[in-house]
């Protein structure tokens, strides 16, 4: 069974499954950077930690071969960071 996780772990298991559902194929690391802003050592390690969590698949040395293991009814709404708040 997973684990539970936090809000900003929720935010990229949200990331990984909106981007799914978009364009077919999990996202590359790439595309964690742009939208969260944060540098690629940060993006690997959340993957890594979501990974030891039991709430991601990935193949190492595979491209986008993320997938989740959890409902998506369990996931967060996805909210883009640093967003102008009306």
């Not at 559902?21 to 979501?50: C, K, W, Y």
Request: proline residues 8%; aromatic residues 10%.
């Amino acid at each position: 069974m997973a684990e539970q996780f936090t809000e900003k772990q929720g935010q990229y298991l949200a990331f990984i499954y909106n981007y799914s559902v978009m364009f077919g194929q999990a996202p590359a690391e790439a595309d964690l950077q742009r939208f969260f802003g944060t540098s690629p050592p940060t993006i690997h390690q959340m993957l890594v930690t979501l990974s030891e969590k039991g709430l991601i698949s990935r193949t190492p040395g595979k491209a986008r071969s993320f997938q989740l293991l959890i409902d998506p009814k369990e996931i967060p709404m996805l909210v883009r960071p640093n967003a102008a708040r009306a």
